[in-house]
């Protein structure tokens, strides 16, 4: 693997979309979803206009009667768009857990969240080989037939991101979709002139800064431009003067250029990648997955914000906060190994793992783990979202309830089990709150994900997803990670600022005193010291033997040479 940046991406004039409403602010709750353009959202946003405060907030109690949607789903919403709009001095992004409900919503913001949940992700190019692979992803669901097409061990036999949507893919997708449907959005944001009726539209500047949710100017994760700032007819207003309203229609024409530019940007940037020389790169070449050490094993950093983890495959891995250059992180197609991320975070992606052990540090928006099998998750989050894993454990310090959604089976959940000296300083870095801790409390929404553009079978209607079930006190154990790991800055955590359970304290108290007598018997063996040496090797060998069938030692081996 290895570490580029993309000089090209750095021209800060192409329109770009933000890729956390498509990737972390999509529910698949049918009610949201409205196939009819403008017909019936426009309707909605009218109600919820005559519903919203001064400052045209809706509450979450309006949102539930206006949608026809349930209490906690309302909730859900109003959570998940928290942690997607781009201002974090928002007051529902500001809000503290107990207080999402109460802070509310702008309109503007609600209507185009659920516009956008008509958007279907970008199909993944099929695999060359697909017989080779139909017997490795067993079929235990009426669902699996499609659901399960993007299995981990797929992802193996494939050896590399290639058949997966690359993030120039995904970014053409997304600015398609826009493209295609501005003409509504721009209707749902726009207002008749008096007098004129509604087949003249105007957009005043603020409802025109409400786009900046959907796209943006300049470098990921730094921010953007402002709209206003960009757009010829409101660059040069007097900021003492409220600017006057522009049509809507030279607004789309201005927006459909700058789409049709960026997405000829991304065909240029694309094609030069192709034919360049091999390995010339940027953040979306294909890594093909090998038997990496710790040593030869490197992000690919974007200049968009974005560091991929690709490929490590036997290993153990580990980055501090000083060794990662950007906000968000996807750790991608990573298999038997460990892989530790002590750094504070804003979004990260757990895709397409496998018999990994993964120890995410503190992320301040959104964690989302897809396609994973057998795969132990440890992560301080704001929230997380689950889709269609199997048989993983999740170790969970979190603010707000776990979303479970797709085709999932044999999950976990268990408390926060873990801790580094630097884990209270990230934590407080991104927002988090270690004393609320709602990682017991999963809500599994339908199987059927329609922002998936998988085919679904005729006649076959959606069903709850399989929830998590809580982990055995009996099973739960502290997770440590070695002191040398932590890096050279110093911290002040010395233990876990999550409380556990007290069924979880009592197992693990009880856990700790019968390894203090097991430790006293052998103390207190009465034999000659040829017999304790025997003992003690005897110890030893079952300890190695341990080390190696649990694949543990590879994982010393890796740190050490680290």
């Not at 390894?515 to 030893?540: C, F, N, P, T, Y």
Request: with cysteine; net charge negative; charged share 20%.
């Amino acid at each position: 693997m290895t570490e580029n940046t993309d000089s090209t991406m750095k021209d800060p004039t192409y329109l770009r979309t933000r890729r956390e409403p498509f990737e972390y602010g999509l529910l698949p709750i049918p009610k949201l979803i409205f196939s009819d353009g403008t017909t019936t959202l426009g309707s909605l946003k009218d109600k919820l206009i005559q519903r919203s405060t001064s400052s045209l907030r809706v509450d979450s109690s309006a949102v539930s009667e206006i949608l026809q949607i349930s209490p906690d789903h309302a909730t859900l919403v109003l959570d998940t768009l928290a942690s997607v709009l781009p201002s974090d001095s928002d007051p529902l992004v500001s809000a503290k857990p107990g207080e999402i409900d109460s802070a509310g919503v702008n309109v503007f913001d609600l209507t185009l969240f659920l516009y956008i949940q008509s958007y279907k992700r970008l199909l993944p190019r099929t695999h060359k080989d697909s017989a080779a692979v139909a017997d490795v992803w067993p079929s235990t669901s009426a669902f699996d037939g499609y659901l399960s097409a993007l299995s981990p061990l797929q992802l193996v036999r494939s050896n590399s991101r290639r058949f997966m949507p690359s993030q120039a893919d995904e970014e053409a997708h997304q600015l398609s979709y826009l493209q295609k449907h501005l003409a509504n959005i721009l209707s749902l944001l726009a207002e008749p002139v008096e007098g004129e009726g509604e087949e003249s539209l105007v957009l005043p500047m603020e409802r025109f800064e409400h786009l900046s949710f959907l796209i943006q100017f300049g470098e990921r994760g730094s921010g953007g431009i402002p709209l206003s700032q960009v757009a010829p007819f409101f660059a040069n207003s007097d900021p003492d003067m409220p600017a006057a309203p522009v049509s809507a229609a030279q607004v789309h024409e201005w927006l459909v250029q700058s789409i049709v530019d960026a997405l000829e940007h991304i065909t240029e940037r694309t094609s030069a990648k192709e034919n360049g020389p091999s390995g010339a790169g940027s953040s979306d070449q294909d890594v093909a997955m090998t038997d990496a050490n710790v040593a030869s094993a490197k992000p690919s950093t974007s200049a968009k914000g974005l560091v991929f983890i690709e490929g490590v495959s036997k290993s153990s891995f580990v980055k501090q906060a000083a060794d990662i250059k950007g906000s968000s992180m996807k750790v991608v197609n990573c298999h038997d190994s460990v892989i530790y991320i002590l750094a504070p975070l804003r979004y990260a992606t757990i895709y397409g793992c496998s018999d990994a052990t993964i120890i995410l540090g503190a992320v301040g928006k959104a964690v989302r783990v897809e396609h994973c099998e057998r795969v132990h998750l440890i992560t301080a989050a704001k929230r997380i979202c689950i889709a269609n894993c199997r048989e993983c454990v999740f170790f969970l310090g979190v603010n707000h309830r776990p979303l479970i959604v797709g085709d999932n089976h044999k999950l976990q959940v268990a408390p926060y089990n873990t801790f580094y000296p630097q884990l209270e300083e990230h934590l407080s870095e991104a927002g988090i709150d270690a004393s609320v801790n709602l990682w017991d409390k999963p809500l599994a929404l339908g199987v059927v994900d329609p922002h998936d553009s998988f085919s679904h079978p005729a006649g076959v209607s959606d069903v709850q997803a399989e929830t998590a079930t809580h982990l055995d006190p009996d099973q739960f154990t502290n997770f440590l990670i070695p002191n040398w790991l932590a890096g050279e800055s110093p911290g002040n955590t010395k233990d876990n600022p999550f409380t556990l359970p007290e069924v979880y304290m009592v197992s693990q108290l009880r856990n700790h005193n019968n390894l203090g007598e097991i430790k006293q018997v052998l103390g207190e063996i009465s034999v000659e010291d040829s017999k304790k040496r025997e003992l003690s090797s005897a110890l030893h060998v079952y300890f190695k033997d341990w080390l190696y069938a649990s694949g543990n030692i590879r994982q010393l081996y890796c740190i050490q040479g680290d």
